[in-house]
Each structure stands twice: as C-alpha cells, then as structure tokens.
T-cell receptor, first 114, second 112 residues
Framework: NAGVMQNPRHLVRRRGQEARLRCSPM?????VYWYRQLPEEGLKFMVY????????ESGMPKERFSAEFPKEGPSILRIQQVVRGDSAAYFC????????????FGPGTRLTVT | SQQGEEDPQALSIQEGENATMNCSYK?????LQWYRQNSGRGLVHLIL?????REKHSGRLRVTLDTSKKSSSLLITASRAADTASYFC????????????FGKGMKLTVNP
C-alpha cells in the first residue's frame, strides 16, 4: 500500500508564475489536508478537503491560493502569481476519516520562488 | 497561533540515553499526536493519544497526557543515532475543526 504521494518534490518558479502541487492520498483515504512549513517552523494548516468538497479552508490565504480534490485524480494546491514569501515546504496528509484518525503525511513539495 | 509548544527546543544526548520532550497546549483537545521529521523530509507519524487516555507505549516510545495541565511528554528510551530528528506534537481541538495544530518542534541530536 503506497503512502501519500506528492509531486513534484521540488519546484522552482519565478515571481508571478503559477505553482501547481499534486497530492495522491493513501489508498482508501478520502480526507486530504494541506499544510505549509516555513524553515525552522512547525506546520501550519491550510485546507481540509474531502472528495469534491472543501470542508475547512480557514488557513488558506484569501487571494492567489486555491485547492481542489476532484472525484477522480489527485488533490491540487494551486498558487497563482507566486511571490518570494510563498517559498516553503508544502505537505499533504490523508486520513481514513475525520479527526479521530491519524493523518499520514507525504514527502512534501519544496517550492522555491526566485 | 501555535497550539502545541515543545520544550526543550533542542536536546543533545549520547546514544543509549533516554530523551524526554514536553508539549504544552492551550485549548481542550480530542487527541494529541507526535510526529518525527528528518532533515528535509516528510513527517512520520509516531503515536496518537486520545484525551481519555493517560499513557501509551509503542516500542521504545512512551507518551503521557495530562489534560488537567494541558501537557504531554514523549519519552524515547535507549536512544540511537537514527533517532536524530525534529519532533513535533500536534493537537486536534475538541469539537472543532479536523485540522492539526503543530508546535514549532524540538530538535533532538543523538551522538554516537
């Protein structure tokens, strides 16, 4: 049973470009979470999705960031018009159900904005 | 704001010694989870303890939870060089969002 998959592992974008980060949850998991980690910091929650639904986006910046988890295919975190401050590691986690279950994390995507 | 705060922020010990990390949090929780992160890598789930549990064991790991003090501790016994990593506690609030709220982490170095 493959774990949570994220791609790409490293992504370099120039200021103003778009970044698309993909996450495939563990088999059988229908709950996906996105977190961001700045250097030397803990992870900060961004968004929680179930298939075709955004359940909690309280940690998402109001502009430029969006997330989806379609019926088929991976979850996508999209950052439009990236700025240097978006440089961070973005982690996706999946779980079998809501909060009583463990969240299993992917290896992360390291975004560098030049 | 950070919910969990690990203490100490950094710890350096010799192989074979025990390592204890503490985590304090602010609000009522449903559960508390400990994760390990090797440098530049993803997070590995170590253990989950529910609010109605006081102690849990997994191999060389022992976790305690004191909800009256809003604190938890992670004990790693007979440490190994491979335990060198950052350790994070994360809490899920009671009756609220499904999100985990992480502390800033604690860097453990185990010297061979």
């Amino acid at each position: 049973n493959a774990g949570v998959m994220q791609n790409p592992r490293h992504l370099v974008r120039r200021r103003g470009q778009e970044a698309r980060l993909r996450c495939s949850p563990m088999k059988g998991h229908s709950h996906v979470y996105w977190y961001r980690q700045l250097p030397e910091e803990g992870l900060k929650f961004m968004v929680y999705l179930q298939k075709e639904n955004i359940i909690d986006e309280s940690g998402m910046p109001k502009e430029r960031f969006s997330a989806e988890f379609p019926k088929e295919g991976p979850s996508i975190l999209r950052i439009q018009q990236v700025v240097r401050g978006d440089s961070a590691a973005y982690f996706c986690a999946s779980s079998l159900g809501g909060g009583a279950y463990e969240q299993y994390f992917g290896p992360g995507t390291r975004l560098t904005v030049t | 704001s950070q919910q969990g705060e690990e203490d100490p922020q950094a710890l350096s010990i010799q192989e074979g010694e025990n390592a204890t990390m503490n985590c304090s949090y602010k609000t009522s929780i449903n559960n508390l989870q400990w994760y390990r992160q090797n440098s530049g890598r993803g997070l590995v789930h170590l253990i989950l303890i529910r609010s109605n549990e006081r102690e849990k064991h997994s191999g060389r790991l022992r976790v305690t939870l004191d909800t009256s003090k809003k604190s938890s501790s992670l004990l790693i016994t007979a440490s190994r060089a491979a335990d060198t990593a950052s350790y994070f506690c994360a809490t899920r609030a009671q009756g609220g969002s499904e999100k985990l709220v992480f502390g800033k982490g604690m860097k453990l170095t185990v010297n061979p």
